[in-house]
Nanobody, 122 residues
Framework: QVQLVESGGGLVQPGGSLRLSCAAS????????MGWYRQAPGKERELVAI???????NYVESVKGRFTVSRDHPKNTVYLQMNSLKPEDTAVYYC????????????????WGQGTQVTVSS
């Protein structure tokens, strides 16, 4: 009963920008963290950026200075602004959320979006 709905992926030229959005909905008690992972062909899924309820952010080194993750807490929505995109950013991007659902007292569960393709190519 918790869903993550993503939008914003697509094809972009090197140096271009995209903005990904992800909204969490359902039987949510609280959201501990939201962010983005990505997986390129033949590679392990890696953390791209994440933000906690306290506002702390973490980025993979390769996107620092280019990507910005932010949250709209009342809407349970996370964004990833991607600037100066490079071909090596090409991957399926997955929204991630760590959520305490209403049916548990203390547990935190991990939820994933369906993934959205980001392709950076000239």
């Amino acid at each position: 009963q918790v869903q993550l709905v993503e939008s914003g992926g697509g094809l972009v030229q090197p140096g271009g920008s995209l903005r990904l959005s992800c909204a969490a909905s359902g039987s949510i008690f609280s959201v501990n963290a939201m962010g983005w992972y990505r997986q390129a062909p033949g590679k392990e899924r890696e953390l791209v950026a994440i933000v906690t309820t306290a506002g702390s952010t973490n980025y993979v080194e390769s996107v620092k200075g280019r990507f910005t993750v932010s949250r709209d807490h009342p809407k349970n929505t996370v964004y990833l602004q991607m600037n100066s995109l490079k071909p090596e950013d090409t991957a399926v991007y997955y929204c991630y959320a760590r959520i305490r659902p209403r049916w548990t007292n203390t547990a935190l569960n991990d939820y994933w979006g369906q993934g959205t393709q980001v392709t950076v190519s000239s």
